[in-house]
C-alpha cells in the first residue's frame, strides 16, 4: 500500500532508505561510496520537518515501511524529487511508477512546469523510462568528504486537458 507519510514513519524512513543504499545501489557504487552516503547522520525531527513541509509517502508492506517518496515544491514553479528509494523486498513490484503518478497529481495540482532531481546511477534508467532527461551529464554530491557521482535530470511537465 501507498500512503502520505506520517512522522510515525520516520524512523522507517530511515531504515528503508539505509537499506536501498546498501542493498540495491552498492552494485553501482564502491563501497567507500556506500559507507559515505549511507553513513550520514539521519535524524527522525529532520524527517518530521520534511513530512510537514513536503510531500513524502511511504511503501507500507504488512505495516512496515519498505521505502519512500519524496517530492518539494520550489518558488520557481518547479518540484525537485529528492528521491524514490525501497528496500529490497518492495523492489521491482511497480511501487515506483506508482509512487510516481502520485507526485504527478499533486505537481499537475499545483501547475508546477517542471521536476528536477539527481538521479543515482542506480535509478537512472527507471527515470529515463518515466520520460526524464539529462539536464547537465554527470555532477557529485559531497557526502562526508566522499565524491558520490550523480546525474541531473529534469522533466518537463505538459498541462492536462
Known sequence: MIRRAAHADAQGIINSHIRSIREICSK???PQEIEAWAGRD???ER???????????????????????HIA??????????????????KGLGFGKKLFEEMLKVVREKKISKIRL??????KAFYKHLGFQES????????????V?????????????
Open 28 to 30: 553501482d557504487y564502491s
Open 42 to 44: 539521519f535524524k527522525v
Open 118 to 123: 539527481h538521479s543515482t546511477i542506480t535509478a
Open 73 to 90: 515544491l520550489k518558488d520557481d514553479g518547479s518540484a525537485y524529487l529528492h528521491g524514490l528509494y525501497f528496500s529490497p523486498e518492495a
Open 136 to 147: 547537465e551529464g554527470e555532477c557529485g554530491i559531497d557526502m562526508q568528504g566522499i565524491r
Open 47 to 69: 524527517w518530521h520537518a520534511t513530512i510537514d513541509r513536503d510531500f513524502v509517502w511511504v511503501i507500507d508492506i504488512g505495516g512496515k515501511v519498505s521505502g519512500f517518496g
Open 149 to 161: 557521482p550523480c546525474f541531473p535530470m529534469e522533466l518537463k511537465i505538459i498541462p492536462e486537458r
